[in-house]
């Protein structure tokens, strides 16, 4: 092998990296829209919805699929593997929580949303797109506290969450009588409540992302 061959093998492929979470951070905006019409939508509309969720979902596990591979292939990284590895298993896991929600939705024939998990939905688009921007501002880190800002907001917002989470179970328990029910939309909840937990577990990889390249 060449000299100039070795250099362009050990040369880290920093423009694909980031190009390709920053198509998964689009793909998560993009998932959490659709959901978000999902959830407002009237019932007959869910399944012409579901589809594009799926299809979204796909998508997000094809780009998971190239970052892995990238990284399986690439001897130097932008920075470290684990947290490459981590960044891109829980933006993927944010899309599928998002993906199993609107499934359950269906399965379950839920009628009309309530307005919990209206509000948690809006939780999950307002995430969606400040990891969106913090993932957009990792690739030179040049703007640490717009970063730090997009961190702060996405726990913020899951903190938000999970006082709906918790304020939609108890009524709900107060409320419904049948159990079945219940067991119905709790998981519903409980599913689109995680998806904001994976929003957080991303805001805490790219704050150690900032503090080990900082």
């Known amino acids: 092998m060449g000299f100039s061959n070795v250099l362009s093998f050990l040369v ?7 190009k390709l979470f920053a198509q998964s951070s689009n793909n998560l905006v993009e998932i959490s829209k659709v959901f978000s019409e999902m959830v407002n939508a009237p019932v007959e509309k869910r399944q012409e919805l579901l589809k594009k969720i799926s299809d979204l979902e796909h998508v997000g596990d094809e780009i998971t699929h190239q970052i892995f591979t990238e990284l399986s292939t690439n001897f130097i990284t932008p920075f470290d593997r684990e947290d490459i590895s981590y960044l891109a298993s829980s933006l993927d896991d944010i899309v599928d929580y998002i993906d199993g929600s609107a499934k359950r939705l269906d399965t379950y024939k839920i009628g009309e949303t309530s307005s919990a998990m209206k509000k948690l939905c809006e939780i999950i688009e ?12 990792l690739k030179d880190m040049g703007n640490v506290v717009r970063l730090r800002e997009a961190i702060v907001r996405i726990n913020s917002l899951e903190n938000h969450a999970d006082d709906i ?3 939609a179970i108890a009524e709900l328990f107060e409320r419904e009588k049948d159990a079945i029910q219940i067991m119905k939309i709790k998981e519903v909840l409980s599913n689109m409540e995680t998806a904001t937990d994976k929003c957080e577990d991303v ?3 790219i704050e150690t992302i900032i503090v080990k390249n900082s």
């Open 12 to 18: 880290p492929k920093d423009k694909q990296f980031f």
């Open 165 to 167: 989470f918790d304020s």
């Open 203 to 205: 805001a805490n990889v």
């Open 126 to 137: 307002n995430s969606a797109k400040e990891i969106h921007v913090a993932v957009a501002n």
